[in-house]
T-cell receptor, first 114, second 113 residues
Framework: EPEVTQTPSHQVTQMGQEVILRCVPI?????FYWYRQILGQKVEFLVS????????KSEIFDDQFSVERPDGSNFTLKIRSTKLEDSAMYFC????????????FGSGTRLTVV | GQNIDQPTEMTATEGAIVQINCTYQTSGFNGLFWYQQHAGEAPTFLSYNVLDGLEEKGRFSSFLSRSKGYSYLLLKELQMKDSASYLCAVRDSDEAGANNLFFGTGTRLTVIP
């Protein structure tokens, strides 16, 4: 069964440093997403991406965040200057279309900011 | 805005049936998802409802009433491995092309022998 893969599985970084979280969506999917889940809290939408541009973003997705599809397979989330409160599990997801049920999550990257 | 409510925790006995409720208030609606999430892992898809009624899938069933803003997930013949968090998520259609999901806080189910 096709999977969304994320690397690394766990990243520790110092406050103020830049991090890049990487995702490889399912190959025939067209829509890509980032969500985050702070420990013990709910999964929160960050951003969606289609046709090489952001289609939606939440209030959480401020100027410190950016996304990119640098090539035909990778989808990245960059946090420019990490804060302690950015510590969370970050999930990438992809879907083949709008409105369907083929919404698949990756296994996540646990980001710890110290 | 979006508001999705579900109980925080539930406990049930192995072999029994458990119903996890979810109520929602969203500005638009384009489907409701149920996901299972084990600690430290990704959400995995269980079921999807966009029309009123019951969807059955093996030991899992999900029900939707759009007029009441209500859904439930029914788990039958509970197994120990069903101990996990169950997430209710609504896809909002308020904006054209919206496809992001809004999640509840999840219901942590503990199955006991």
């Amino acid at each position: 069964e096709p999977e969304v893969t994320q690397t690394p599985s766990h990243q520790v970084t110092q406050m103020g440093q830049e991090v890049i979280l990487r995702c490889v969506p399912i190959s025939n999917h067209l829509y890509f997403y980032w969500y985050r889940q702070i420990l013990g809290q709910k999964v929160e939408f960050l951003v969606s991406f289609y046709n090489n541009e952001i289609s939606e973003k939440s209030e959480i997705f401020d100027d410190q965040f950016s996304v990119e599809r640098p090539d035909g397979s990778n989808f990245t989330l960059k946090i420019r200057s990490t804060k302690l409160e950015d510590s969370a599990m970050y999930f990438c997801a992809s879907s083949p279309d709008l409105g369907g049920i083929g919404y698949t999550f990756g296994s996540g990257t646990r980001l710890t900011v110290v | 805005g979006q508001n999705i409510d579900q109980p925080t925790e539930m406990t049930a006995t192995e072999g029994a049936i458990v119903q996890i409720n979810c109520t929602y208030q969203t500005s638009g609606f384009n489907g409701l998802f149920w996901y299972q999430q084990h600690a430290g892992e990704a959400p995995t898809f269980l079921s999807y409802n966009v029309l009123d009624g019951l969807e059955e899938k093996g030991r899992f069933s999900s029900f939707l009433s759009r007029s009441k803003g209500y859904s439930y997930l029914l788990l039958k013949e509970l197994q120990m491995k069903d101990s996990a968090s169950y997430l209710c998520a609504v896809r909002d259609s308020d904006e054209a092309g919206a496809n992001n999901l809004f999640f509840g806080t999840g219901t942590r189910l503990t199955v006991i022998p």
